[in-house]
């Protein structure tokens, strides 16, 4: 059984950084990529980040290009997402989901999710 598990998340000030960990245990053989998804009050989940478990191939969203940066760790099952220069419209909810597919930017094709972790940034 595929689990996955965030932290990371705060309340910080427009400019700050965060760095969020997603945690994955009972990897699957075939899984493809760990994304990242926020979703905000009242909105739909929306794709952020994401990275194949191999090789370098990374994916942003238009909207946090050159201020987030997705990495991993394969020895502790780790994704990270590290966040600068962060804006108030940051503020959502952000999760971690796992797939098995080359669809990295849409959730329905995501098999496993974590609990997510409230991330607010004050202006």
């Known amino acids: 059984q595929v689990r996955l598990v965030e932290s990371g998340g705060g309340l910080v000030q427009a400019g700050d950084s965060l760095r969020l960990s997603c945690k994955v245990s009972?990897?699957?053989?075939?899984?493809?990529?760990v994304g990242w998804f926020r979703q905000g009050p009242g909105r739909a989940r929306e794709f952020v980040a994401a990275i194949r478990w191999t090789g370098d191939s990374t994916h942003y969203a238009d909207s946090v290009k050159g201020r987030f940066a997705v990495s991993r760790d394969n020895a502790i099952n780790t994704v990270y997402l590290q966040m600068n220069s962060l804006k108030p419209e940051d503020t959502a909810i952000y999760y971690c989901?796992?797939?098995?597919?080359?669809?990295?930017?849409?959730?329905?094709?995501?098999?496993?999710w974590g609990q997510g972790t409230q991330v607010t940034v004050s202006s």
């Open positions: 989901g796992q797939t098995t597919t080359l669809r990295v930017s849409i959730p329905s094709f995501y098999q496993s």
């Open positions: 009972g990897r699957a053989f075939s899984a493809s990529a």
